[in-house]
């Protein structure tokens, strides 16, 4: 959701409708708790009729949100409403009881107004800050589908536990070029399958970076642009595959946007999960596994564990390469077999996630190009690199790691290929993932691009790198590259 530690006109993506950030209903009550404190101060006329319409549309309001699940965002609302309601409500019960009606004098009922209206205003406001994400409809030709895959690789412990019979299991999500869906077809839940998936793995990133789950309880809740078991597109031509390593503490979900825009323009993604790396991994028997990484304090012993944890990373990612050019040769019955080009793939991750894409395609040729999504290079620096790489970075600030952009530009400047190092302004680490979608949009978490440029730039970015690398679209890829910030060419001469 928010991992990581940052080294820190190709399409476009259709600009994300973000709304109020509330439903109809949590509108409906925010308006009829208004109108009870601004009830106080219409003419007597209009008085009983506001307060009983305000009353009862609050009061409905509030029982439907109780029953389909009420988020604190509203809990301000509620408050102010309350303090309101008995004041708005006595000048009422008073008159049909036959004695004479009170009011408060405006200057003792004015500051109750301005607090009852601050605590009401609040709910727009945190709703603003944490919104249910609302995801950007993909640009390209075709519709997304989506579904969660399981495998273990018997030749490899796992590391993380001490059973000498334990093996490295890794979960997959796949997004892929799909069928039209029906009108009206559910979406697929963002962060998990299930509604219980998607909350046990928003409460652990919680968790891992210090927040109360409920600051961020609108995020179970959102629904992506894709859907689940969709069937496949029925053209037959073949995709190009991407693979995924999320960010330290991060979760195979973490880049759907950008997902869903990739598989939307004829490209299969798939994003891993580590288990006791990411902050929560719910395997097929229901287990679920949190993560068991966490930095020592010390700069050079968290260089080491990182080295380690990027290598486990690394092996992973050439394990799904192999499961996934088994299932495209039908080694077990699938949708996808005969689907996918495991001849043209690339590997990408953000933070750790890219530190560990740079050493995937160092160990393993079958890797075509690489994206490193503001990742520091953790691990060794050697063999060079043989594939193409795009580094998709933040401005570099004195606060940056000094050794970051040295060894980026040394991994890149020893490549044999041409790669290319986009600085993006207005970039911060947390740009390059979903988090603009649903964390408050403060330049120095999530950049300055807004809820709608930060998906679009890093998308658009990436698929100009793709089509040429993969695909082999021609053109002048720096000049696109240079429209989205400020571009470093790395020659295999080693010029610039």
């Known amino acids: 959701m928010w991992p990581c530690t940052p080294g820190a006109e190709h399409g476009h993506v259709t600009e994300i409708i973000t709304g109020p ?28 009729r506001v307060t009983i319409a305000a009353g009862a ?28 309601l008995p004041f708005a409500l006595s000048p009422l019960l008073r008159r049909r009881s036959g004695r004479p009606a009170w009011r408060a004098r405006w200057w003792l009922a004015l500051p109750g107004s301005v607090a009852c209206v ?22 390209g030709e075709f519709a997304v589908g989506t579904r969660v895959l399981q495998w273990t690789d018997p030749g490899r412990p796992e590391t993380f536990t001490a059973d000498p019979d334990d093996r490295r299991t890794v979960v997959v999500q796949l997004w892929y070029p799909a069928q039209k869906s029906p009108a009206g077809a559910q979406r697929a839940r963002y962060l998990g399958r299930t509604e219980q998936e998607a909350r046990t793995v928003s409460e652990a990133l919680a968790r891992g970076v210090g927040l109360p789950g409920f600051l961020v309880d609108g995020v179970p809740r959102a629904r992506s642009r894709s859907v689940f078991d969709a069937p496949v597109d029925g053209g037959g031509g073949r995709f190009p595959v991407v693979l995924f390593s999320p960010g330290s503490g991060g979760v195979r979900t973490q880049n759907t946007a950008w997902a869903e825009e990739l598989a939307s323009h004829g490209y299969v993604v798939a994003s891993l999960d580590h288990p006791y790396d990411s902050a929560a991994v719910v395997l097929a028997d229901g287990r679920t596994i949190t993560s068991e990484t966490s930095s020592s304090g010390d700069a050079d012993k968290d260089e080491e564990l990182a080295a380690g944890w990027t290598a486990v990373r690394a092996a992973d990612l050439g394990f799904v390469l192999t499961r996934l050019d088994g299932l495209d040769r039908g080694e077990a019955a699938d949708p996808l077999t005969g689907r996918l080009d495991t001849g043209r793939v690339a590997v990408a991750g953000h933070s750790m996630g890219g530190a560990a894409a740079l050493q995937a395609a160092r160990q393993d040729r079958r890797f075509d190009a690489v994206i490193d999504l503001d990742g520091y290079p953790h691990g060794p620096a050697s063999p060079a690199l ?7 970075t933040q401005a570099i600030t004195p606060g940056t790691d000094p050794r970051y952009l040295p060894r980026l530009t040394e991994a890149l400047d020893a490549g044999t290929a041409t790669s290319y190092r986009l600085t993006v302004p207005g970039a911060a680490h947390l740009t390059f993932m979903d988090g603009p979608l649903y964390l408050p949009p403060v330049p120095t978490i999530v950049g300055s691009l807004g809820r709608t440029g930060s998906p ?12 040429a690398a993969l695909r082999g679209k021609p053109g002048d890829l720096a000049g696109v590259l240079r429209a989205y910030g400020d571009l470093t060419v790395h020659h295999p001469d080693g010029s610039r």
């Not at 509330?22 to 006329?45: D, F, H, K, N, Q």
């Not at 549309?57 to 303090?83: C, D, F, K, N, T």
């Not at 709703?127 to 950007?136: D, E, G, M, Y």
């Not at 679009?456 to 089509?467: E, H, I, M, Q, Y």
Request: net charge neutral; hydrophobic share 65%; charged share 10%.
């Open 21 to 48: 950030q509330m439903s109809p209903l949590e509108v409906l009550a925010l308006l009829g708790a208004a109108a009870l404190v601004v009830a106080r101060w219409l003419p007597p006329a209009a008085r009983p």
């Open 57 to 84: 549309v609050l009061v409905l309001s509030a029982i439907v949100l109780a029953v389909a699940g009420i988020r604190w965002q509203m809990l301000p609302v509620l408050a102010g409403a309350a303090l309101a």
């Open 118 to 139: 601050g605590l009401i205003a609040t709910g727009p406001v945190a709703a603003w800050a944490f919104p249910v994400p609302v995801f950007p409809e993909p640009s």
């Open 386 to 392: 043989d594939q193409p790489t795009l580094a998709l």
């Open 456 to 467: 679009r730039v890093v998308a658009a970015a990436t698929l100009a790198f793709l089509d």
